[in-house]
T-cell receptor, first 112, second 111 residues
Framework: ETGVTQSPTHLIKTRGQQVTLRCSSQ?????VSWYQQALGQGPQFIFQ???????GRGNFPPRFSGLQFPNYSSELNVNALELDDSALYLC???????????FGSGTRLTVV | DAKTTQPPSMDCAEGRAANLPCNHSTISGNEYVYWYRQIHSQGPQYIIHGLKNNETNEMASLIITEDRKSSTLILPHATLRDTAVYYC????????????FGAGTTVTVRA
């Protein structure tokens, strides 16, 4: 079975720009979550999608938005980028969230 | 809003057992204990989870105290590839959608 794949692996953007990060869930997984991990810190939950509907959100402003598609792949969009948005963005998928989530290797976003 | 306390770091000799403690004194009756680890430059990896009983899988063992206020993750024969940050997380099962990561324990396995 394939794992969770994220693209791109690295990205550099300018403050004020918009960015879209992509995630392909593990086969058979219908739930996808996004996390932000600043350097030296643990991942912080952004939001989760279950069958194309957002069913949970962390303490992130509305300029962080997402989508989940019928094939359960997902996008994270961030508008009006700020320097503090520089981080590793992780996608995780699950078939049944009682069990473990499978994480991708992340997208390293640098805002300059 | 992490609900767990872990030591910031610990060292372990290769081939020996590594015992990683975690305190979760405010755990509720319906909350599970999960362990993940994150090897440098990779996403977190699920290790094991449990509710009340001790659990074992091919990666590790999880020992939960009878009062469920603390637990220990045991890596039976640590290897250099086990060097990582280990996170202990408590959450309700399928109704609690997020994983609340704290700072974790940085485990360094030394040859």
């Amino acid at each position: 079975e394939t794992g969770v794949t994220q693209s791109p692996t690295h990205l550099i953007k300018t403050r004020g720009q918009q960015v879209t990060l992509r995630c392909s869930s593990q086969s058979g997984h219908n739930t996808v979550s996004w996390y932000q991990q600043a350097l030296g810190q643990g991942p912080q939950f952004i939001f989760q999608y279950y069958r194309e509907e957002e069913n949970g959100r962390g303490n992130f402003p509305p300029r962080f938005s997402g989508l989940q598609f019928p094939n359960y792949s997902s996008e994270l969009n961030v508008n009006a980028l700020e320097l503090d948005d520089s981080a590793l963005y992780l996608c995780a998928s699950s078939q049944d969230s009682v069990y473990g989530y499978t994480f991708g290797s992340g997208t390293r976003l640098t805002v300059v | 809003d992490a609900k767990t306390t872990q030591p910031p770091s610990m060292d372990c000799a290769e081939g020996r057992a590594a015992n990683l403690p975690c305190n979760h004194s405010t755990i509720s009756g319906n909350e599970y204990v999960y362990w993940y680890r994150q090897i440098h430059s990779q996403g977190p990896q699920y290790i094991i989870h449990g509710l009340k009983n001790n659990e074992t899988n091919e990666m590790a063992s999880l020992i939960i105290t009878e009062d469920r206020k603390s637990s220990t993750l045991i890596l039976p024969h640590a290897t250099l590839r086990d060097t990582a940050v280990y996170y202990c997380i408590v959450r309700v099962g399928s109704n609690d959608y997020k994983l609340s990561f704290g700072a974790g324990t940085t485990v360094t396995v030394r040859a």
